[in-house]
């Protein structure tokens, strides 16, 4: 099966998702990842103004197969979380992508996306 993997976004081995626009990154995980883990039942994520590091845990995703963490694929500050997975985490399975993603943060070192896997290196690792 192929999965869907935009060229415009940056991967973490991990299956997390970044695409960055004017300095902000919007995060999720992937449309393998969501695949591979079955239907989502609940999201764990941080708060507004909460920092990370780069590779660092920011939340949680349960699913009636497995329970997973989630790392930050950038450093930076959350500015905006998807409030709509709270009530709705199947968004993560609809559209991964889209609606499914998960927060919102200002990149503290744009660098960083550098040192990310391109989509065809994630593709790579997920055939």
Same mark, same amino acid.
């Given at each position: ?10 991967? *973490?081995?991990?299956? +997390?998702?970044?695409? /960055? ?7 999720? @995980? ?13 999201? +764990? *994520? ?15 995703? +349960? ?8 790392? =930050?694929?950038? !450093?930076?500050? /959350? ?5 709509? =997975?709270?009530? !709705?985490?199947? =968004? ?10 998960? *927060?919102? @943060? ?9 040192? =990310? ?11």
């Amino acid at each position: 099966m192929a999965f869907e993997t935009p060229a415009d976004h940056r991967y *973490l081995e991990s299956h +997390e998702w970044v695409r /960055v626009e004017n300095g902000t990154g919007t995060v999720g @995980i992937t449309d393998f990842a969501q695949d591979e883990l079955g239907d989502v039942v609940f999201v +764990e *994520l941080p708060e507004v103004d909460e920092g990370f590091e780069q590779g660092e845990q920011f939340g949680m995703i +349960e699913s009636i197969k497995a329970m997973s963490d989630l790392f =930050l694929p950038v !450093s930076g500050t /959350v500015v905006d979380v998807n409030e709509a =997975l709270y009530d !709705s985490p199947e =968004l993560v399975n609809q559209d991964p992508y889209g609606d499914g993603w998960m *927060l919102r @943060i200002e990149i503290d070192d744009a660098d960083e996306i550098e040192s =990310l896997q391109t989509a065809a290196e994630y593709t790579e690792q997920t055939e």
